[in-house]
Each structure stands twice: as C-alpha cells, then as structure tokens.
C-alpha cells in the first residue's frame, strides 16, 4: 500500500525559534519515515503581508532551508521545495478563486483578526484575501490526506476541504480528496520572558543564535519573584527556567522541581544547568546551521532539486484539474 501523503510549508519570515521547532518542525521530522511528505517554503504567502519590502526574501529563503535541514528534515526521504519554483501553484490558486465564494473569505477569522490588528500597514488587497485559497491550492495540489499544522491554522484547513468538495461537486470528479489537519500534541514552549515565544516580543531562542547568545538567554531569563536568597523555597510553577527544563532536563526535571520547594539549589546554578542542557541540544543544530549556509550553492541545489520533484506531481494534477474543468484545448 501506497504511503499517505502529508504536506506543510512554512513563510520565510526569519529565523526559525525553538517554539516553532517544537511547535512543527520537531513533528514532521518525525513523520518522514512514515508518510509521503511534502515540507515547502511558502514564499508567494510571504508577499501577502510583506509585498513592500522584499529585500530579505532571498536570505530568509536559503536560511529557512539550512533551518529546514539542521532540524532533521531529508531530500532523500521528503520533497522539500520552494513554492515560487512550481509556478503550477499561481494556476491552481486562480482556478481554485474562480469557485471560492467571497463570503468564505470574508468571515475567515485570521482574516478578520489580522485586519484588526496589522495598524498602519495595509493589507486590505486581493492577495491577502486570497491567502487561504492560495493555502488550498498547495494543499490539494499534492493531494495531501494529512496536514500537520498548528490551531492557527484549522480555519484554513477547513476552506482548504470545503473548497475540495465544492470543486468535485461542480466539476463532477473526484480530483481532491478532503485534507485532514494532523494535531499532534506538541510541546510548549514560552519566550524567554515567559509570555508565548514570539518574534514580535523579542523573548525568542533562534537555531540561528550562537551558543553565546542562546547561554546570555537563558541567564537572563525571569526566575521565581518570590525567591530572594537561594535557600527560599521557590515555586517551580512560575518559573520560566523550570518551563525549559520540562523540555530540556526530561530525566532532571522531577529533582530540580523538589530541590527548588525546598530551597537547595540556587537560580543561577539551576541556569547553569539548563545552559549546559539547551547546548547539548542546540549547539550541533547551530553548527549544522553554519556549514549548510557555508555552502550557499549547495543549499540552492536542494531546493531547485525538490522543487523539480515537486513539479513532476504538480504537474500530473493540473493535467487532470484541466480536464475537469474542461479548460483549455
Ligand atoms: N499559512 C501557513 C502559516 O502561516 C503556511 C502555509 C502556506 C501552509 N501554505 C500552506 C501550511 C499549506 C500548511 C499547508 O504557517
Ligand atoms: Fe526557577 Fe530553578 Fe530558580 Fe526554581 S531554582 S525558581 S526552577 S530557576
């Protein structure tokens, strides 16, 4: 039996951060062995938001690669590609437009938040409207029975099956089947500062950041208010350290959480203990890192040779899409 096909991408917006590593990438490394899986770089969903400055689109592409890579994704197990080299993607997303009712659109709640919330930058075009259709063209271009995503992103994975289903309807053929999100439960990271890790409160951890800037991190990371000497007996459950040590320290954490109660260990060597452990896990990320983007036309060569592999399936689909609609001669 044939391998069930599992598609994602992410927008190259900058450096991945660990809450995006444990969030997603952490969690299709590890379905690779399992599923046909697709992993892309979404770089026409890029422009939605960030149409007006395009200068780090290129950089942000490559690194989001050497990201891509470092964290264990592997061109000999997935098709890992760049959207904007399949240009089918522009074809599917306009015939896919033609049928996606406007209403649909308009009441997509990220829609409407993002609106609210962008302030001065105006995003109030037909691209970013569309974004969501542009998602499903992505999606069922590749026929995608699984799509790993976050919570966010649920609205537009039930566009993504509405829009299947209304495209079998009026063209009368099972071209699409119905995508189903993949919830896994991921592990939760906070910011440095606590609050969820997020680029736009600057309390990010990046695989980009050196060993250095990832130690200075974790130092001045918010600990127990309540603890002023180090023999105070300290509340774990407030502690942003303890919340890496949960994911960092698996075989520690129930020790650190009794030596804390009771006041044993200190905040700085319970610091120093986590920078030791995120090393162990980071550092040989980071250095992965590096070398990949060391070797700029190397990276570049995966990414063209995915996105020819990518293309091959594209292509086959927009052949059939074609049909159905009865477009062209
Ligand atoms: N919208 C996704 C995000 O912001 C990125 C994305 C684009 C995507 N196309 C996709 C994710 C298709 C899954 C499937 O993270
Ligand atoms: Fe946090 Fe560790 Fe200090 Fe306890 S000892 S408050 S877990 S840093």
Redesign the pocket.
């Known amino acids: 039996m044939s391998k069930k096909v599992v598609?994602?991408?992410?927008?190259p917006t900058g450096n991945i951060h660990l809450g995006n590593y444990f969030g997603a990438l952490e969690n299709w490394v590890r379905l690779q062995d399992d599923y046909d899986c697709h992993f892309f770089i979404?770089d026409w969903?890029a422009l939605t938001t960030g149409y007006d400055d395009t200068k780090s689109l290129y950089k942000n592409t490559v690194s989001l690669m050497a990201d891509f890579l470092a964290s264990g994704l592997d061109p000999a197990k997935s098709t890992l590609f760049l959207q904007s080299l399949v240009p089918s993607h522009a074809e599917l997303y306009l015939l896919l437009s033609m049928i996606t009712p406007l209403s649909w659109l308009e009441r997509c709640p990220t829609y409407k938040d993002m609106m609210a919330n962008m302030g001065e930058k105006d995003i109030a075009t037909h691209g970013f409207l569309g974004y969501p259709v542009l998602?499903a063209a992505?999606?069922l271009m590749y026929k995608a029975d699984f799509?790993p995503?976050g919570e966010d992103?649920v609205p537009?994975l039930e566009m993504s099956r509405e829009i299947a289903r209304r495209f079998n309807f009026l063209y009368e053929k099972d071209v699409f089947p119905e995508p189903q999100p993949l919830l896994t439960k991921s592990k939760v990271l906070p910011g440095t500062d606590g609050r969820k890790m997020s680029k736009s409160y600057g309390n990010t951890i990046a695989l980009a950041d050196t060993p250095e800037e990832v130690s200075k991190k974790v130092m001045s990371m918010i600990t127990d208010p309540a603890r002023i000497r180090k023999d105070d007996p300290g509340h774990p459950e407030v502690c942003t350290v303890f919340a890496f040590h949960k994911i960092f320290s698996e075989d520690e954490v129930g020790d650190i959480e009794e030596q804390c109660r009771k006041g044993e260990i200190g905040c700085v060597a319970c610091k120093r203990k986590l920078q030791e452990k995120m090393a162990r896990f980071h550092t040989p990320i980071f250095e992965k890192r590096q070398k990949l983007l060391e070797n700029e036309s190397e990276l570049l060569d995966i990414i063209r040779d995915g996105s020819e592999r990518a293309k091959v399936k594209a292509d086959q689909t927009m052949a059939e899409v074609r049909k159905a609609v009865r477009i062209g001669i």
């Open positions: 598609l994602s991408g992410s927008r979404a969903h998602q992505d999606i799509v995503v992103q537009h």
